[in-house]
């Protein structure tokens, strides 16, 4: 039985059943290897032939590992999920289903398709069973909800962008909200499109297998964006998900391609030192198994970090088109409509109800986290004994904590389009005076340089000079400064001066 991922999965588990000849192409997770041949403790597919009677299938029937809903297995269940995981309902058509679980009938498929997505639909309960008795079995109901979601986010923004060649593929509000999606050196906005469509071609979570598609040649390009080293793997015997070749250069040669001992072919590799059949390696054995242990080392940190790349830019792309349906759904923005025009939709937004507690936790964890400064980067930045670097790393983190304790509530005020309440208002003062505190430390201390007489007399000619005094005029009233106004002479309507005597 081929193994799959927990996330795929959303929960189920997928145990083979004892006499069953199950038969379904699940895709390969990033971490697993097709090698060729039969795999050992699995079986060669046999087509059994299947007796076509006219009668539906039960909704169930059998018990433990006999049970089946609908003819459906457990094995085979686990495998609807999983697919349902990769590639979402599409148009629901079933054609993803189809080819991968070739011991279902297409309308097998259909009316289990139907009832799974009757049951997903349902309020949730703390029920082990669904409302017609269909055990649960562990089901991540949420999970596969926000996974549905995502990919009809992901098809409905690949249609529209080959639609709309010429046109940005975010609006500028989404991307000054996330700065990310403006590219980086290399990667730009055509590669979003290009990977947005590879999620809908090789299955949401399998990244590896977009890094390894020749057609996108994403390889050579993360390689640029995180200057990276091109890494060469002359190693055979490889498969084709761990040995995907690195990027960009003739030489480079998928590794689970062997090369050919007589130099033909277009992606043969020459031996250099220390390679396998180099004069250098049959000297010293030693020497090339030590070779051939680094460079794979790098190779494969190579290909980590490629997938990483590709992972962390599908969840930045998650985050523009949900922010996008959020402008949609609450009516912040409506496509191709003139909010002048329809008055009324005011007043409707300000109607809207706040989103319930799954929706806002899901919000919530799409927020960057937060990452307080630890006591030992503290005392490692406080090199030079200067109290105010720990006084700023303090103030960052209470900061961290005011905005990590209130972030629910922030969300919800901004979600809805509301004014803060009183108590996320009283809660977020601290961060005025972290303001007040950080803005006084970081602000250089200004001294005027001295002028005038005191400055070419010293010190001690500023010590004794002292401003002279006019009675009548200003004088100090022992408290501070004391200003009057001076009359002129001649009784006219003149300007009056006002003198500033400091006290001593």
């Not at 995907?244 to 590799?269: H, K, L």
């Not at 680094?294 to 590709?310: G, S």
Request: negative net charge.
């Amino acid at each position: 039985m081929v193994s799959v991922e927990d996330d795929d999965l959303a929960g189920l588990e997928d145990v083979s059943s004892d006499n069953e000849d199950d038969n379904y192409e699940a895709e390969l997770s990033d971490g697993e290897a097709a090698a060729p041949g039969p795999q050992p403790g699995k079986r060669p597919y046999r087509k059994r032939a299947r007796v076509e009677s006219g009668e539906p299938h039960p909704l169930m029937e059998g018990e433990g590992r006999s049970f089946r809903v609908l003819g459906f297995n457990q094995n085979q269940r686990a495998a609807f999920v999983q697919i349902l995981m990769r590639f979402g309902v599409g148009d629901y058509d079933w054609k993803e289903f189809v080819p991968r679980l070739k011991q279902k009938t297409y309308e097998e498929i259909r009316n289990y398709g139907v009832l799974f997505l009757t049951h997903i639909s349902e309020d949730l309960t703390d029920s082990p069973n669904f409302s017609d008795g269909v055990p649960k079995e562990g089901l991540r109901i949420q999970d596969v909800l926000v996974r549905i979601a995502t990919l009809m986010l992901i098809r409905d923004k690949v249609k529209w962008a080959a639609e709309n060649t010429r046109v940005p593929l975010f609006t500028e509000d989404i991307v000054f909200r996330y700065p990310g999606l403006k590219g980086g050196r290399f990667w730009k906005e055509e590669h979003d499109r290009m990977l947005l469509r590879a999620v809908l071609k090789h299955g949401y979570g399998r990244w590896q297998a977009i890094v390894d598609d020749k057609e996108l040649r994403f390889q050579e390009l993360i390689c640029q964006e995180l200057n990276l080293p091109v890494i060469n793997l002359p190693i055979q015997g490889q498969s084709s998900s761990q040995g995907q070749n690195g990027p960009s250069t003739s030489n480079a040669e998928p590794s689970g391609t062997p090369s050919t001992g007589n130099g033909s072919g277009s992606n043969s590799v020459a031996p250099v030192d220390g390679a396998p059949g180099s004069s250098e390696a049959a000297a010293n054995p030693g020497q090339q198994v030590y070779h051939d242990s680094a460079v794979l080392y790098h190779y494969r940190d190579m290909q980590r970090r490629q997938v990483e790349f590709i992972k962390k830019r599908v969840l930045l792309l998650e985050k523009g088109l949900n922010a996008e349906y959020q402008k949609v759904y609450f009516g912040e923005a409506r496509p191709n409509e003139v909010g002048a025009e329809e008055p009324e939709n005011e007043q409707k937004f300000t109607e809207e109800p706040a989103p319930g507690p799954a929706e806002m936790e899901t919000l919530v964890a799409e927020l960057p986290q937060i990452e307080p400064i630890a006591p030992e980067e503290i005392r490692a930045a406080s090199c030079d004994d200067d109290p105010d670097r720990g006084e700023l790393a303090r103030l960052y983190n209470s900061m961290c904590r005011v905005v990590e304790e209130n972030a629910q509530e922030s969300v919800q005020a901004a979600v809805i389009n509301a004014p803060p309440s009183h108590k996320l208002r009283k809660n977020l003062l601290p961060l005025e005076h972290v303001f007040e505190d950080v803005n006084r430390i970081l602000t250089p201390t200004k001294r005027d340089p001295p002028t005038g007489p005191s400055a070419a007399g010293g010190p001690a000619d500023a010590a004794t000079t002292e401003p002279p005094t006019a009675a009548g005029v200003g004088e100090s009233d022992g408290h501070g400064v004391k200003e009057e106004e001076g009359a002129a002479p001649n009784g006219t309507s003149e300007k009056s001066e006002r003198v500033i005597v400091l006290d001593d």
